[in-house]
C-alpha cells in the first residue's frame, strides 16, 4: 500500500479521447483523471465499451491525435508529458518507463517469430545489449514468470506454447526494460480459472518486488477485488466511482457500481437461480444522453437525471476513506441527493 508520502510517478488529468467517425465524434474516453504511485495499483472496471482499453492505450500514448482522432488533457508519467513529445522521444518511454500487457498474447506476439526474437530485440534497441548479454537476460525473465526449460523456450515459436505460457512471454517481454508503469489490458483473458490467478498472482508479486505502479484494466471484479489498492468504475467513457477498492466494493455508492457487483454469480445461491443482468444497453457514445449517461438502464432515475450530467465529487462520510468519489445524482448510500455534483453539458 502507498503513504501520502510517496510521489506519483503517473497523473492523468481530464484525459478526452475522441475519435472523428462518419456518424459523428464517439467520446470514447471522456474527460477521466486520477493518479498513480510507484508500488501501487489501480483497478480500472466496467463493461465492454466503457472506455478502459482506450483509456490504457492513450496514458501510453499508442493513442493520439491525428486526422481521424483528438486527444486532449495531460497525461504526465515520471514528469514527462507524454502527449507533447515527438513520436520519437515517446517511443523511448517505451520499455523503462511504462509498458504494457496486451489482451491477446496470441495476437501480441509475431508468429514468424521465435520467443528469443521478441525479448532480445526489446532489450538490445532500449538498454544496448550485446546479443549474449540479451539472450542471458531473456533467459532470466522467462524464469522469472515461471516458465520451465526458459533456454529451450526461447527457440520455440508463440504457436507451440500454451496459452498461459504465451501470456508469461508477453508480460516477461514488457518486463524486460524494468519499467516503472505497467499497464495490464485485460491479462487474463482466455485464459482457465486456473491460469488467470497464476498470472494475477504473478503480476501482483512482480508489482511489489519492483516497486511498480500497475494500472490493471479488467471487467472482471474478482480479480480486481484482492488485488487492487484502488479502483476505478468506467461507464460510457467516464469515471462513476472511485475510491479504495475494499470500501467501493462493501459499500458502493453508484448504482452502476451496485449493478456490476450484483450481476457476479453466488456459489451460495440454490442451482438454477437466475443470474442478475443490468437491463438494457450502453449508450451510443456517437450520441451519448444528455444527462447521466447510466440514467436509461438505472431504477434510481429522477427527473434531473436525464438533463444534468453528475460531476464526479466526494461522499460525505464515507467513514474517511480517502478519495472516495461518486458521479451520481442519487447516490445508493444517501438518502437525499448528493449536492454540488450537478454538472450542464
Known amino acids: 500500500m502507498t503513504t501520502p508520502s510517496v510521489p506519483d510517478l503517473l497523473e492523468v488529468t481530464d484525459l478526452r479521447t475522441v475519435f472523428h467517425t462518419a456518424r459523428g465524434d464517439v467520446r470514447a474516453v471522456d474527460g477521466v483523471s486520477f493518479r498513480l504511485a510507484a508500488g501501487e495499483t489501480l483497478g480500472l472496471v466496467g463493461e465492454s465499451g466503457s472506455g478502459k482499453s482506450v483509456l490504457g492505450r492513450t496514458v501510453m500514448g499508442l493513442i493520439s491525435s491525428g486526422p481521424t482522432t483528438?486527444?486532449?488533457?495531460s497525461v504526465r508519467i515520471g514528469g514527462h508529458d507524454v502527449h507533447a513529445l515527438k513520436p520519437s522521444a515517446r517511443r523511448r518511454l517505451w520499455g523503462p518507463e511504462v509498458a504494457m500487457v496486451f489482451q491477446?498474447?496470441?495476437?501480441?506476439?509475431?508468429?514468424?517469430?521465435?520467443?528469443?526474437?521478441?525479448?532480445?530485440?526489446?532489450?538490445?534497441?532500449?538498454?544496448?545489449?550485446?546479443?549474449t548479454e540479451a539472450t542471458e537476460r531473456a533467459v532470466d525473465l522467462l524464469r522469472q514468470v515461471g516458465i520451465p526449460e526458459p533456454a529451450r523456450r526461447l527457440r520455440q515459436y508463440p504457436h507451440e506454447?500454451?496459452?498461459?505460457?504465451?501470456?508469461?512471454?508477453?508480460?516477461?517481454?514488457?518486463?524486460?526494460?524494468?519499467p516503472r508503469l505497467l499497464i495490464a489490458d485485460e491479462p487474463t483473458t482466455a485464459l482457465d480459472v486456473t491460469v488467470q490467478k497464476q498470472i494475477l498472482d504473478l503480476l501482483g508479486s512482480l508489482v511489489a518486488e519492483?516497486?511498480?505502479?500497475?494500472?490493471?484494466?479488467?471487467?472482471?471484479?474478482?480479480?480486481?477485488?484482492?488485488?487492487?489498492?484502488?479502483?476505478?468504475?468506467?461507464?460510457?467513457?467516464?469515471?462513476?466511482?472511485?475510491?479504495?477498492?475494499?470500501?467501493v466494493f462493501a459499500a458502493p455508492e453508484h448504482p452502476y457500481t451496485e449493478a456490476l457487483l450484483a450481476s457476479i454469480p453466488n456459489l451460495a445461491h440454490p442451482p438454477h437461480t437466475v443470474l442478475r443482468a443490468i437491463e438494457g444497453n450502453p449508450p451510443d457514445m456517437a450520441r451519448p444522453p444528455l444527462g447521466c449517461r447510466f440514467a436509461p438502464r438505472c431504477g434510481r432515475a429522477a427527473a434531473g437525471c436525464t438533463d444534468e450530467l453528475p460531476?464526479?465529487?466526494?461522499?460525505?462520510?464515507?467513514?474517511?476513506?480517502?478519495?472516495?468519489?461518486?458521479?451520481?445524482?442519487?447516490p445508493v448510500g444517501l438518502s437525499a441527493p448528493l449536492e454540488g455534483n450537478r454538472h450542464g453539458r
Open 311 to 330: 460531476l464526479l465529487v466526494g461522499v460525505p462520510g464515507s467513514a474517511g476513506v480517502t478519495g472516495r468519489e461518486v458521479a451520481c445524482h442519487h
Open 70 to 73: 483528438t486527444v486532449t488533457g
Open 210 to 247: 519492483r516497486d511498480m505502479a500497475m494500472l490493471l484494466v479488467s471487467h472482471d471484479l474478482g480479480a480486481v477485488a484482492g488485488r487492487t489498492d484502488r479502483v476505478q468504475v468506467m461507464y460510457a467513457g467516464r469515471t462513476v466511482e472511485s475510491g479504495a477498492t475494499r470500501p
Open 161 to 178: 506454447l500454451s496459452g498461459g505460457m504465451r501470456q508469461r512471454v508477453v508480460i516477461a517481454t514488457a518486463l524486460a526494460c524494468d
Open 104 to 131: 491477446d498474447p496470441m495476437t501480441s506476439l509475431n508468429p514468424v517469430k521465435r520467443v528469443g526474437t521478441h525479448l532480445t530485440e526489446t532489450l538490445r534497441r532500449h538498454l544496448h545489449c550485446s546479443r
